[in-house]
Each structure stands twice: as structure tokens, then as C-alpha cells.
């Protein structure tokens, strides 16, 4: 008989969401939904009307890990709407600023994913927090990197949270010599400092790899060595930057997107019967608790070729490097190789940076309402924006944004797993749910108000 | 009252000991001089000035990077640059780390402000490296000044050569030599409103603080006020930058400026205090007291 247990909320992600688990008497999960439960802001729907140049800027503000990528996605696809091409150093310091914030992204999320992982050959679990080593030199290294992170995108950008550099048709300011430097010396000192902590952090998962089981709340919990994974496809649209229909080879088509409704989707109504007070912190949800991922998940569904795609570093790597390895343990893998092309990037892009180049394309065009889109690759993966723009104005607004195209794949990913662990596999896609939560309409009873919005 | 002139450690009359320098200057040089000084010495890596604007006598807040730089900002133009319009991007797109900034009392409370509570200003708090203050009475819009100089002086601004207020008197130097004067009467409808509610005539909250009122013609009054100020102040001393004399020596010398001060408060505290009862039954806000 099947049992139904209930992680809410789930921890050491942004944003806010849930896991709703039928498990076997072992406890191993049959099916799992792992849903967003973050109140919708509906940006897509107040875009509507609003200038290209406001939207983009508030679309930002959708998540405060990656603003870089909304912001990019947001403008490019404005740009693709309205054919405007913008010119190459201004280029460059976006993909500066999209490598800045990926490095910074990346080793925000070793922070939120070492407490699950053991210091090699101990049984000690790794508390990012102590003061002890060899973990306190790691944390101040991860912070350093951040630090690096933010400070280049905070010059190429304008700002580290919420960049105010560009704007549709390139960017507002050109970067002195002087900054130009300075970002280079930032990204050589990150350089060293990545491939350190890239090689720590595989070492850590490597150690985590042979393990058997892992302690959660003080019980051995068996590791599959699956965990994991799905057979669902993978999706990326270029390795480092974003591609846009400006592309003369674009890396993404719209044509086979699309998107259904929860409901079509995730489980209906079912009652939490399995509860564990001890599960940390605070345990499950307690018995009887009435669940209905389909009515309270807050995200539509996309698909690609009719199927969820997963999205991220590893459907990079797999797309564009060979990388074969499948499950949690090679989504983290993929992730910390990234570490180091973000500084290489960087200082590409530095070496053929021209600070007396212009940065804003001659003709800006207001648009007559033919549809453009642009993929950032985000640092948890596709970010895609479409738009509109007719006049100046965007008519018509979507954001594709990379967790929400990973919900339901991590959702079927979750099966074969003991419900204890189902948090690391979530973990595994460095979820980012207030990106992914942007569309539906529910009322105070979770009721969806305004089902005809979706499209 | 006794404050007026702000917290301090020395008072000095001074002028810089370069004549290229003192060429151009307003009066003794003291804020183009101490940038100088400091952008060599690594001090700080750029200065935000106010810089040649797009029209003739109408200032651009710029950064000055190099001494050169520096001399194309001499000399007051008494219209409004938006100096702290700068603060943030100087540490961005122009990648400074150690900012050096002039501006007039209410742009050093805008920067002290800006570094305490920095709200939307991540990452300035720190950088700011060297904050010179100007001594301000009033200001005017842009308008202002062409009208007063094209109107009632009957000038031309591009053949303008320097203004000044000083001895009761606003005065215009053409190129070719002639020299207008307007008593301040004509000028005070001309001032910018919000000047009217401005506490602080010597730019109290400066690192170092700058003016030409208490010094004779060519010599600026210096107050040099915080550690940091103090610090550089001393060095470019010892680098023989300054010429100085104990203020107490010069005429008219502090009391001229203490005097100024306490009419400039009292008049506009005057103007503060008078806002709590504009209305019937209604005030205006006082921006120095907490909203109830
Ligand atoms: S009088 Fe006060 S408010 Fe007006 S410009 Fe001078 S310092 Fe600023």
C-alpha cells in the first residue's frame, strides 16, 4: 500500500516549495511532485502595455540570485522583436556580466548544498558555518569568489543585484580602461580561486558518490546509485551566453514549445498518511493534511518536442561537451566545471574589449509587434523570454524560466529514491522557484482565478 | 551659537604654491591643488568635479582622473552640478576604488549621508576617499545666472571671465576687462527655493573645507576637519603644496566667517521654523525632523 508524505517546505533553495511523495512501504517514492507554492507576481500579465525599456527592468526583479538573466533575456528578446542589433563591445560586457553572475551563483549554491555532503573520508557532515577547518577556508574562499563574482558584474553591469547597465540597444555606459583592469585582476584572482574550489567541491562529491548511505535525523538512509534520474531529454541553447531569433543559427525554437497546465501534469487531490516529526527541521507535514499539487503548484508546465527537458549545467555540458553522466550527483559535477569557464570567459571577453568602443547601437526601432525571443543560459539553465513590441510597447510578454522547465523533470527524477532524500535531488537543479513562479492566478482557497491567462 | 562653523582640528588661510594652478582658480586653489596632490600619491584614484559643462558658466559633474583633467574644473560657476549624480557609477563603469569628491554643504550631507545609510548605494560607503567642501551661501539655477549676467550686468556669458560674490556685491569680470557689479538685492529672487532651508554655510561634514570669505583676495580659509582630511592635509603640507598663514593673522579672518555663518542659519532657520505653520492648520515638511 502506498503512503503519501509531505516535505513543506523544502529548504536550502530560493524561493519557496514543496514535496508531495507516494512512497512503498520501504519508503521509496513511486511518484513524487515537487511543486512551487511561491504566491504568483504575474509579471508576464502587468508587462502588458509597458514600455520595452520598463520591462526588462522589472522583470529583474523577479529573483535577486539571477536578475543578470531576466534583465538579458528580458531586453535581448525586446531587441529580437524588434530586430536590433546591438553592437560588439557592448556585447562583451553583457557576457562579462552573465559570466560574473554565474561564477558568484555557483558558490552560493555550494554553500546551500555542502551541509548535505561529508568532509572526504569522515562521517562529519560539511556545516558551511563552522569556524573549524579545513571547512572555514573553503566558506571564506566560496565568499571570496561571490565577492569576485559581484564586484565584476557590479562594474560591467552597473550593479551586482539588479543590473542597470543595459538597455534595449546595448548599454547605457562603456567601461573606463581603469575598470577594465580592474575586472581583469578580479577575474585572474578568481581563476585561481575557482579551479580550488572546483576541484574541493569534486572531490566532496566524488567521496559522496561511493558512499552507500547517507545520516538523515540520525538514520541511515540507503543512496541509490541512480539517484536521480529520469529519461527525459535535456535542453540548452548555447554554453556560456544566450541565443536569440537574431541568431543566424538560433539555439532554440520556439516552434517546439509548449505548455500545459498543471493539472495535465501533476497529482490531484490526495491525504498526507505518512508523517515523520523527526525529519529536520521541524519533521513532515502531520497526517490527514490534504494535499492537490495539480490546483496548488504555481507554475505552467512548458515542454520541448511535447516532453519536460531538464535544463542546467549538465543539459549544457551534455549539449555542447560530450558530458554523458546522468542523476544528481552529475548535475553537481557539471555545475562546479562551469567554474572555471566563467572566469575564462571573462577574460576573453576583457582581452577584446575595446573601452572606447561604443556600447548603443545607432537606431533603436520601436517595434511592429513581430514576435522575438532570447534564451539566456541562466546559471540554473534556459532562461527564455518572448516578446512582442509594437510602438515602443510590449504587447505581449512570456518568460520560459529555467525551473519551471525543471519542475516536472525533477518531479519524475524523484522516483526509486527513499522519500528522506528527495530534498537532494531537488538540491541537484539549484532551484530557483521565485523565477520559476510567474504566471497563474489562485485565490485565497488556491482556486485558479484566471485559468484563460494561460496560454 | 558658537557651531556654526562645524567641528574642526586647524583653520588655516592657504593658497597652492603652483602658479599654473593659481592661474585660473577661483581663489587659492586649495580644492584643485589637494586632488592634485592626492590623485599622485594614489590618494585617490579620480576626483567627481565639476567640470566644463554644454553651454557657456553651466557645470557638468565629471570625473577627473588626471591633473590635467583637474585644471578644466577650476573656478566657481554658480549654478547648480549635480556632483553626487556621480557617486555610485565612478565606482562602477569607471572602476574606482578610492573616490575623492568637492561639492557644496548639502552634497558633503548627501555623500555622509549616502555612506551610512546607503540606500540603493551598495558599495559606496567605502570608497569615498576624500570629500572637500565648498563654502556656500546660496545658489541659483542656470536660468538665474544668464538673467542676471546677460540682463541686469548686460554681458555676454561666453565673454564672461569670472563671477564672484563677495563684499555685499555679485560681480562679473568680462574678458575684456570690464567689470559689473549688482548688489545682492537683485539677485535674491533669483536663488534656488530649497537654498532657504540650508543649515550649513562652511560645508561642516567635509574631510576638508574650502572658501574664500575670512582670507584676503588669492587666498582661500581651510578648514581641515576629519582624520582623513587631517592626514592628507599634513602630507601635502609637508610636500609643499600650501602656503600658509595661522588664520589669526589674516583679515578679515574668522570672525567675517562666523558672522556670515550665523546670518545664513539664523535666516534660514527662520524659513524652517516658519514652514511648521505655511498652511491653515497644515504644515510643510521639515526634512530635519522625523515625520510623526
Ligand atoms: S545654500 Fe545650501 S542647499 Fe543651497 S547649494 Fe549651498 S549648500 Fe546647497
Partial sequence: MSKVVEISPTTRHEGHSKLVLKVNDEGIIERGDWLSITPVRGVEKLAIGKTMDQVPKIASRVCGICPIAHTLAGIEAMEGSIRCEIPEDAKLLRVILQAANRLHSIALHNILILPDFYIPGTETKINPFTPEEPVRSVAKRIQRIREIGQT????????????????????????????????????????????????????????????????????????????????????????????????????????????????????????????????????????????????????????????????????????????????????????????????????????AYNPSGKVLADCIPQGDGSMGWAANEAPRGCDVHLAKVKDGRVLWYEMLVPTTWNFPTCSRALTGAPWQVAELIVRGYDPCVSCATHMIVVDEDKRIVAQKLIQ | MGTELGVYKTCVSARSTSKEILKKAQDGGIVTQLFAYALDEGIIDGAIVAGPGPEPWRPMPMVALTSEELMASRGTRYNLSPNVALIKEVTRSYGLDKVGIVGTPCQMQAVRKGQLYPAGLRDVPDKIALAIGIFC??????????????????????????????????????????????????????????????????????????????????????????????????????????????IEQVKPGLELVSKLANEKISKNQKTVESRATFGVNKALRNPYVSPK
Fill in chain 1, 152 to 351: 565584476i558584474g557590479e562594474i560591467a553591469g552597473g550593479e551586482a543585484v539588479h543590473p542597470s547597465n543595459p538597455r534595449v540597444g546595448g548599454m547605457y555606459k562603456a567601461c573606463s580602461e581603469r575598470a577594465v583592469y580592474k575586472m581583469y585582476d578580479l577575474a585572474k584572482e578568481g581563476l585561481t580561486l575557482a579551479h580550488q574550489q572546483m576541484e574541493f567541491m569534486l572531490a566532496v562529491l566524488n567521496n559522496m558518490k561511493k558512499r552507500d548511505w547517507t545520516d538523515v535525523a540520525g538514520k541511515q538512509i540507503p543512496l541509490p546509485k541512480t539517484l536521480g534520474y529520469h529519461d527525459l531529454g535535456y535542453m540548452a541553447s548555447h554554453p556560456m551566453y544566450a541565443s536569440s531569433n537574431l541568431d543566424e543559427i538560433p539555439g532554440w525554437d520556439p516552434d517546439r514549445w509548449t505548455d500545459v497546465r498543471p493539472w495535465d501534469w501533476y497529482m490531484g487531490e490526495v491525504e498526507v498518511s505518512l508523517a515523520d516529526p523527526s525529519y529536520p527541521i521541524g519533521g513532515t507535514s502531520p497526517v490527514g493534511t490534504k494535499a492537490n499539487p495539480q490546483m496548488e503548484a504555481c507554475t505552467g508546465v512548458p515542454l520541448y518536442d511535447g516532453a519536460p527537458v531538464e535544463v542546467g549545467p549538465r543539459a549544457r555540458l551534455a549539449t555542447y561537451k560530450n558530458f554523458t553522466e546522468k542523476g544528481t550527483w552529475a548535475q553537481h559535477v557539471a555545475r562546479q566545471l562551469e567554474y572555471t569557464d566563467c572566469c575564462y570567459t571573462m577574460i576573453n571577453a576583457l582581452d
Fill in chain 2, 137 to 246: 551661501m546660496e545658489n541659483f539655477p542656470y536660468q538665474s545666472i544668464k538673467q542676471l549676467v546677460e540682463d541686469h550686468a548686460g554681458m555676454a556669458l561666453p565673454a564672461v571671465k569670472k563671477m564672484e560674490i563677495g563684499k555685499g556685491k555679485f560681480w562679473v569680470y568680462g574678458e575684456r576687462g570690464q567689470v559689473v557689479t549688482l548688489p545682492l538685492k537683485v539677485t535674491h529672487k533669483y536663488e534656488q527655493p530649497g537654498c532657504h532651508v540650508c543649515l550649513d554655510y562652511v560645508a561642516n561634514l567635509a574631510d576638508v573645507s574650502t572658501g574664500s570669505v575670512g582670507s584676503p583676495d588669492g587666498w582661500s580659509t581651510v578648514f581641515v576637519r576629519s582624520k582623513k582630511g587631517d592626514d592628507i592635509w599634513s602630507k601635502a603640507m609637508a610636500a609643499g603644496c600650501f602656503e600658509t598663514k595661522p
